[in-house]
C-alpha cells in the first residue's frame, strides 16, 4: 500500500468529493493521485479478464489484445477510443485524458488465460486501445509482467506505442523476441513542434519519439512507424510529410503506415471543438470531408496515396506491415475493443 495515503477512494466510495460511476462494475478497488501525476486519478481495478477477443468484423490482423490501462493520458485530441471512456460512464473528453482505470493484476490474470489447455498461441496485440506506454506505466510497470507472460507462453506479441518509456523495457522485448515474434512500433504523424503540443498535448515530442525509433533499433529489433493519423489541411502537405519521413528514415525505421483521420461518434465532437478553437478557418473543410459519416471520402485516401506512396519510396522505407498496417473498423466498449491509433 505504497500510495494509501493518496487514496481518494477505496472500493467505490468516495473519501473525497470525486464521482466514480461505472467503476464498481469492472472491480475498482480504490481511485488515487499523486503529486507527480498532477490532475490526473487512477482508479485501480481487479480484471476478471485479461485476453480480449477482437470480433471478426473488425477486420483487424489479430484477434487478441491486452489493455492495462483504460483512458490515456497522452491526450490526443483525434483519439478514436475516447468512447469507450462513456461505457464507465466518464466522458470522453478530459475524463478520458485525466481518468486511468489501471488493470493492477493484469499480468497474472493473462498468465492464468495463458495457461489453459485451449490458447492456441495467436498474436496478442498490446496498445491497440490506450497506450501501454502512456505516463501510468512509470508508476504501474504492467507491461514487464504482460510481456512476461506471453513470451514464457510462446505467445507472439506486438506493441504499439507513442511512449517513449518503451526504453525501459527494451532488454526485455529484445529477449522476448529471441523466444517468440515480437512486432514494435511507434506512432509518429505529427512532425511540427507547435501542432505537436496542441494536438497531441500529452505526449513525447516528435523527437523523443524519433529518438526511441532508433534506441528500438539499436536493440536489434526493427521498428515500424505509424504515420497516422494524418490530418488533411494539417499534415498531409508534401512537404510535412517528406521531411516527417526523412527523419523517420533518418532514426532508422524499418517500415511506415500512412493513413489519414477517422472521426467516429464522440471523438467527432471533441477533436471539432479543438478544431474549431486552434483552426476555425478549417471547420468548413473538415464538415465537407466528414459529410458522410467517420471515414474520409475515396478521393482524399486515393490522393493520400498517391501522396505518400514516392515518398516512401523515396526515402528507401517498405510500406505496409502486418499487423498494424490497417486502420480500424470499429471501435467497441471491451471485452471487444478493436482500436488502432
Ligand atoms: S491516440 Fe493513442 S496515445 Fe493518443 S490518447 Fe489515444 S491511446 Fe493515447
Redesign the pocket.
Known sequence: MRWANQAVAVNGKPVDDGALPGLQRIGLVRSVRAPQFDGITFHEVLCKSALNKIPEAAALPFRYTVNGYRG?????R?????PTHEYLDFNCGND??SQVVVKTNVAEVLRRELRRSSWRRETVAL?T???PY?RAEGRYALMPGIVGALADSGTPLSI????TLLRRDLPLIAAAAQRVPVSVAV?LAVGDAELHRDV?P??PTPQARLGLIAAIRDAGLDCHVMVAPVLPHLTDSVEHLDALLADIAAAGATGVTVFGLHLRRSTRGWFMSWLARSHPDLVGSYRELYRRGAYLPPSYREMLRERAAPLIAKHRLAGDHRPFAQAPRAVEPEPVQA?L?
Open positions: 490515456c493520458s497522452h491526450a490526443c483525434y483519439c478514436f477510443a475516447r478520458f485524458d496498445g486501445n490506450t497506450d502512456q504499439l506505442t507513442k511512449g506512432s497531441e500529452g505526449t482500436t491509433f
